[in-house]
């Protein structure tokens, strides 16, 4: 069955330290992205993709930056973690449909949940 | 840029009684809506979507939701709630990228 899977899934790093999140679909979906998930505020996005090579900022992408290489991955690095970035972080995936960018069902990993001290 | 406000942050229901988990939203545009339900340690699965068409959209595991434009609604309903309907649900609405709502936490009480 197809999947999308995330890595680690608990993670505990230190302020200023470089960290990378994976995240590997097997869908072959052409659209991911990347939320953080805090108390109070539901999802947020942070980056997402619409294709190889292609990359862009959401809502709360400071801090953040991805790249896509290719359709499987979308990995997450935080180029310099902060406290303020300890979240639950969660990838999703989906396909681009005639409904455009927007009705497509999103498929969900299993989330990292990242402590940064 | 296109809002969701889910009206409650938790509700508490018995089983067997209704579920009502209130959805408001805010489109300049036709929106795309969607109702997702997330388990303890896991992550969000789809529970029902409206894109076009009939605005009574029916998911799964009994659950349904009425997209009302004259209200900018799409309140989430379930008949009788179950035991294993405890879960976080959240609301969400797609213009382009899609933006959540905090969240609602039901508990089912027996």
């Known amino acids: 069955d197809a999947e999308i899977t995330q890595s680690p899934r608990h993670k505990i790093t230190e302020t200023g330290r470089q960290v990378t999140l994976a995240c590997h679909q097997t869908w072959n979906h052409n659209n991911m992205f990347w939320y953080r998930q805090d108390l109070g505020h539901g999802l947020r996005l942070i980056h997402y993709s619409y294709g190889v090579q292609d990359t862009n900022k959401g809502e709360v992408s400071d801090g953040y930056s991805v790249s896509r290489s290719n359709t499987e991955d979308l990995p997450l690095t935080l180029e310099s973690a902060a406290s303020s970035q300890t979240s639950v972080y969660f990838c999703a995936s989906s396909e681009s449909t005639g409904l455009g960018q927007g009705g497509e069902t999103q498929y969900f990993g299993p989330g990292t949940r990242l402590l940064v001290l | 840029a296109q809002s969701v406000t889910q009206l409650g942050s938790h509700v508490s229901v018995s089983e067997g009684a209704l579920v009502l988990l209130r959805c408001n939203y805010s489109s300049s545009v036709p929106p795309y809506l969607f109702w997702y339900v997330q388990y303890p340690n896991q992550g969000l699965q789809l529970l029902l979507k409206?894109?076009?068409?009939?605005?009574l959209v029916k998911g799964i595991n009994g659950f349904e939701a009425e997209f009302k434009k004259s209200e900018t609604s799409f309140h989430l309903t379930k008949p009788s709630a179950h035991m294993s309907d405890a879960a976080e649900y959240f609301c969400?609405?797609?213009?382009?990228?899609?933006?959540f709502g905090a969240g609602t936490r039901l508990t089912v009480k027996p």
């Open positions: 409206y894109t076009t068409g009939a605005t």
């Open positions: 969400a609405v797609s213009v382009g990228d899609m933006r």
